[in-house]
């Protein structure tokens, strides 16, 4: 699967699983940050990343372990979660 392909999955886990408007998420691109508190971010919570995670767990077979190396990276933005689910899905 390419990034694109995740990105448009990744958009979709969080309009239906996080509830996010369909609006606000068309808005975001791969370099939008994701945690809130950053400017310009989508706003994730950490209930958000633990939803997420699960998701992409169902999704793509990527597990997600609390203390795993370079996990904020990862979650920094739309774009670099779309590289980690490329290199690390089971699908």
Do not use: C, N, W, Y
Not at 9 to 33: G, M, S
């Amino acid at each position: 699967m390419d990034e694109q392909a995740i990105v448009d999955e990744l958009r979709d886990i969080i309009v239906k699983r996080l509830k996010f408007a369909p609006a606000t998420v068309a808005q975001v691109t791969p370099e939008t940050p994701l945690p809130k508190g950053v400017d310009g971010a989508l706003g994730l919570d950490s209930l958000d990343f633990i939803e997420l995670s699960i998701a992409l767990e169902e999704r793509f077979g990527v597990v997600v372990e609390e203390g795993m190396e370079g996990l904020e990276a990862h979650f920094a933005t739309l774009g670099t979660l779309a590289r980690f689910v490329r290199e690390t899905a089971r699908t």
